[in-house]
């Protein structure tokens, strides 16, 4: 089903801006940040807290030969100065990595990128730790690095993780889906193959917020309270139990409020093992938060994935095949966050929004002198990388074919009769209506209009360009028998109690960096229960008020969390049937619900409302056998499939011919998540990622010397887009509900970061079509604009 | 947050007494105005005074004055003071040009021109703006006032005349009658430091011909104006290819470098680009100003 109207306002709210459900609402969180209260790691005081500073390496390889502390120590407001010897005696100077290796929590043996941690000062003021960092003496013996991914698998290339048994060059995986021999077949037959090297340079998520934490050790009653910018407090806990040896019913992780998370903040990095260890040494609260320059150089990077891409067409524009060889740059340690069984993430959704006969791929994951993690920036697990890889190749064979970019789209989209459809990597897309998705992008953007546009502005000279994407995004993780995060299945609990006056509070495991959780699932509650939103209260963040869940990080909160909330719900308001039975002195199986209150077949003056339900299941009323005294519900939810949003993209551009200035001057996207909760709040998700679209297509990398001196470690060299930037967004939307999900919702927090970044680069290549420009990488910054006039496009690693 | 390795502060009440503190704190101690150039290099701690002495009480260092055939502008006046002006703007278009494009709002409501020619960045836009509208820098010190030729003026990347114990009081630009001006900037966003900028400003004689012609050129290794072109320009009509040649020099006689704004080859050309858009434009305002 295809709708393009906006969720009918609930007639029953009757002021549609506070629907009694889905619909535009206000966020529950605005009032609180708009006036400046919010909560964030740094606003966290405790008595006596301390504060951590972290040395650095200021160089990318090299062997540790000695540190001295001793001027440190001397310091009037040092108390301690611990270094990867101390945590050695502890057993805890490696940590786990999300995937399976292990991670320095400080030096011990030699230093792996510039900016690792050497060591940890405590002291009474951020001022002294911080002064104190330039008192410690550290002795380094240079190693030649390894920079330049491409040349990291040479023989004789220097062994980066020498600290691994065993290990004698810098591979960490070779992975491989689809039919190798069968795609060879299709493409050995194919009328036309175009193969292009795509490059996705490393690039960063930057929130606001910087990592941070305060750890508060007991060393009465051996109970650590960890305050942390963390997207997943569940799994943090479940991990600091295995590493740390503290038991888990001992910990506590509060996750505050968050500002800005895009997959930074799902690890966890050496700052928060360190606080803890401060705070247990000193018997103080540890506060440790990172600065500008240390988020940017030293925590989880996105991207960074070099890949040839190669296409097989008939001549008249049927898409047969999609073949990639990829080789991924995963920094000094294999920290990226994925599913177990994934090391590529979900990139096998390289296949796109398409019908082939045949596809394959092959990821190689090398080890390099730089920063580690490659988990990041709203990347739907590397949906990002495919998506783009697979939408420049449609437009390089478009422009092969002579053909209209939408056009082919149009030509090869899955038809809708097709769904549940089934690629050949492994998914199975649950539902889809492409067509009409391209096609009012094309009626909002008035495309025939600007092709004739562009045709006289290329007769004057003028560089105009006019880009398309359609992305096909895999996003909820998901089903705990294919995906896990170091064993711990993907499934998300949630729990809800009404209380007797028919007020309710609904706790979930994932965590709001932004995205409205606190309107949003109050708002499904809403739907389910026919309570007003602003009567529920949405608590999140902290996993002794929570129930167990994976966090918050590949669109997953509302196609896993969602489902559990819609569900927790729909469980109350089962109960609540059986209990206005018994108030009602009649059977269950006579009650009709209608939203908000369930009344008698037939006599609907008969009934009660959920708020007189919640009352008599606290009061005086008989309950029947098996009905406890409350109105309380729990689930964990476990998807049976992710959910397969997707989206129309077209920007527009104008490339200035004497400087190679671009500017975005239009750009319009229709969005497909399925069930819309609420509008607005996806609206800014949309405008959100574009955003980011424009500063990775236009301005992002962090780039690297030949020495693995990090160039991009402030905000003067590592570019966020401004206001100035971009354009007034053009948002339009259809509605495919997932069969699947409760609620037939589908996740919209990355779709746009995933869709945007090909319409602009393909918009800006498209531009420079008169200079015979096929490929340009990104960032399409002016000089680089101007380098593919020149006929010398370079890969920007 | 960035913390600066620490020092101590001191706020000076008028000239005579931030001249007397700057000598008493000693060699150590720096003017801070808007701070928006000291302060972060002082939280990166790649600068460490001992001692700041802050002038942002001297409202008589903060002021645009036209006077005869000068406009007078105080060392204090802030980026968004010039930017606003009605007698900068039609008197000398390329600062007001060269306002819109430095930095953001918030920098501009703080950072000011004596801070901008004092930092003396190669990539600062108001260095090449004074260099080319021929400007005198009045410095105030121990022995009194003198008066510095923008030509004297700059020492090389973040070194100028002015010695630590003195202190930028006035920037003095000549009116010229149909005269125009005019800069413009290549950058990578909004915000951003100039990958390449070039800035104009030429004097007509009656009959139209370029009596008086300056040149610069922002972010590509160039001490002061471009004299070669200048006197290329000299004595002649306005004219495209006029221009294309006074460019093609301009952009022989720079010496960028590579960086992550851009290789070599890009920047001279923008060099040449960007001459030849502000020749064109300051030109046209020239012959504007003649008219009206
Ligand atoms: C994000 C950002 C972007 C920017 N972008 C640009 C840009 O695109 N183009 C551009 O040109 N500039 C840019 N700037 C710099 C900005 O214009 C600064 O305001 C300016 O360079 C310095 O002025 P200030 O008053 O802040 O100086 P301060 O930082 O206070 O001082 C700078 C130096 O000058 C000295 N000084 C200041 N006033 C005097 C005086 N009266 N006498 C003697 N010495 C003095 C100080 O001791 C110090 O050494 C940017 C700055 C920022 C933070």
Redesign the interface.
Known sequence: MTITQEHAPNPAAGDPSRPIGFGRLQRKEDPRFVRGKGNYI?DIVLPGMLHGAILRAPVAHARLVSIDTTEALAHPKVLAVITGKDLQALKLAWAPTLSADVQAVLVTDKVRFQGQEVAFVVAED??AA??AL?LIDVEYDMLPPVIDARRALDPGAPVIRDDIEGRTDNRIFDWEIGDAAETEAVFATADLVVAQEVVYPRVHPAPMETCGAVADFDPVDGRLTLYETTQAPHAHRTLYAIVAGIPEHKIRIVSPDIGGGFGNKVGIYPGYVLAVVGSIVTGKPVKW?E???ENLMSTSFARDYIMQGEIAATKDGKILAVRTNVLADHGAFNATAQPTKNPAGFFSIFTGSYDLKAAYCKVTGVYTNKAPGGVAYACSFRVTEAVYLVERMVDILARKLEMDPAELRLKNFIKPEQFPYANKTGWVYDSGNYEPAMRLSMQMAGYDDLRREQLEKRERGELMGIGVSFFTETVGAGPRKHFDIVGLGMADGAELRVHPTGKAVVRISVQSQGQGHETTFAQIVAEELGIPPESIDVVHGDTDQTPFGLGTYGSRSTPVSGGAVALVARKVREKAKFIAAAMLETRPEDLEWEKGRWFVKGDPSVGKTIAEIAFGAHGTVALPEGIDGNLDAEVTYDPPNLTFPFGAYICVVDVDA????VKVRRFIAVDDCGTRINPMIIEGQVHGGLTDGVGMA??QII?FDEEGNC??G?F??Y?I??A??VPDWETGFTVTPSPHHPIGAKGIGESATVGSPPAIVNAIVDALTPYGVTHMDMPC???RV??AMQGRARPPV | MQIPAPFDYERASDVANALVLLERHGPESRIIAGGHSLLPMMKLRLARPEWLIDINDLAELDFIRREGDQLRIGALTRHTTLLESADVAELFPIIRDAEQVIADPVVRNRGTIGGSLCQADPAEDLSTVCDVLRAQAVIRGPDGERIVAMSDFHRGPYETAVAQNELLYEIRFTIHPRSGSAYEKVERRVGDWAVVAAGAAVGLSQDGTIEEAAIGLTAVGLDGTVPEAEATLRGRQPHEDLFIEAARIAAAVCHPVDDQRGPVDYKRHLADELTRRVLRRACARAAGAQEG
Do not use: Q
């Open positions: 740094d951020r001022y911080r002064d330039e938060v600065d500008r320059s004497g400087t190679g200035h236009l301005m780039a160039l991009s402030s003067m060299d570019l887009p401004t100035m930037e910054t002016p000089a101007w380098e």
